[in-house]
């Protein structure tokens, strides 16, 4: 069984930071794709960053130069620093990542959503 735990969400002022984790836990192999979405009340969840590997990462352009996603694949976790925060990114935030790991007597891929962590910022 693997696990996504998210944490570090919160309330903040507009301008303030956060820093949010996620840890994979389970029968891991590895860990391929990680990334962070966010969905807010009434909308589509909606790609923030992602790190396929850690040399090379993505961002969506309402987050670029504001967020940093990076990961530790030691401690199978992934980090998404959020910086100059404002009202509109106001919303859950999911962990998601593509996992190699033991099935029985063989290995299987799949993806996995962690439970989300709200992240609220006031105006």
């Known amino acids: 069984q693997v696990q996504l735990v998210e944490s570090g969400g919160g309330l903040v002022q507009s301008g303030g930071s956060l820093r949010l984790s996620c840890v994979a836990s389970g029968s891991i192999f590895t860990i391929n794709a990680m990334g962070w979405y966010h969905q807010a009340p009434g909308k589509q969840r909606e790609l923030v960053a992602r790190?396929?590997?850690?040399?090379?990462?993505n961002y969506a352009d309402s987050v670029k130069g504001r967020f940093t996603i990076s990961r530790d694949n030691a401690k199978n976790t992934v980090y998404l620093q959020m910086n100059s925060l404002k009202p509109e990114d106001t919303a859950v935030y999911y962990c998601?990542?593509?996992?190699?790991?033991?099935?029985?007597?063989?290995?299987?891929?799949?993806?996995?959503w962690g439970q989300g962590t709200q992240v609220t910022v006031s105006s």
């Open positions: 790190i396929p590997t850690s040399e090379s990462t």
């Open positions: 998601n990542a593509d996992i190699v790991h033991l099935a029985g007597d063989w290995y299987k891929s799949n993806n996995y």
